[in-house]
């Protein structure tokens, strides 16, 4: 079993910054990538940012050049480093886990941009 645990969602004014924690425990050998994904209300889930078990990292064109994907593999812990953001990025930020070809979900934090 897989446990992820989003934390660091808020409001933040446009231009601002926050960094987003993911913390998974429990089985976490053989992960192939985590991500993160957002979701705005009515819209599909997207995802935001990828980095696979060797540390490439992808970025969604919306975000490229402001947000930073990284990982602390000691403490099993993904980060999302958000800078200038804009009120375009308001969603709920889930947290995902490739595993063994599975994929794990955390429930989400919300991040709020005003403008």
């Known amino acids: 079993q897989v446990q992820l645990v989003e934390s660091g969602g808020g409001l933040v004014q446009a231009g601002g910054s926050l960094r987003l924690s993911c913390a998974a425990s429990?089985?976490?050998?053989?992960?192939?990538?985590m991500a993160w994904y957002r979701q705005a209300p009515e819209n599909q889930r997207d995802v935001v940012a990828t980095?696979?078990?060797?540390?490439?990292?992808g970025y969604a064109g919306s975000v490229k050049g402001r947000f930073t994907i990284s990982r602390d593999s000691a403490k099993n812990t993904v980060y999302l480093q958000m800078n200038s953001l804009k009120p375009e990025d308001t969603a709920v930020y889930y947290c995902n886990m490739n595993r063994g070809g599975l994929n794990y979900w955390g429930k989400g934090t919300l991040v709020t941009v005003s403008s």
């Open positions: 429990g089985s976490t050998s053989s992960i192939n990538y």
């Open positions: 980095i696979t078990y060797g540390g490439t990292t």
